[in-house]
């Protein structure tokens, strides 16, 4: 995975780069939105990252409201 955020984004420090790393982000609490929905699935290589965020979104204060959607057996993929 570190290989390809360093495509993603080449100037990163690494993966745990707020850039692409949120829960690292010392400002999380202050998220400039109500709202966050996180999708996950079980296969996901993602899974647990997405999962981390929202924990740490709850742990930060930030007074928004969270919305999970995990699906079982199920990866995402995402074509652009």
């Known amino acids: 995975m570190s290989a390809t955020w ?5 100037k990163t420090s ?3 780069d707020p850039l692409i790393n ?7 609490s202050s998220l400039g939105c ?3 929905f996180v999708a996950v ?3 996901d290589l993602l899974r647990d990252r ?8 709850k742990k930060s204060g930030w007074g928004g409201g ?5 699906k079982v057996e199920t990866f995402f993929l ?3």
């Open 22 to 28: 949120p829960t690292y982000d010392p400002n999380l």
């Open 50 to 57: 997405g999962l981390l965020y929202c924990e740490t979104l």
């Open 14 to 16: 690494g993966c745990d």
């Open 41 to 43: 699935a079980e296969k």
């Open 34 to 36: 109500s709202k966050v």
């Open 78 to 80: 995402y074509v652009h």
């Open 66 to 70: 969270i919305e999970i959607m995990e």
């Open 6 to 10: 360093h495509v993603a984004c080449p």
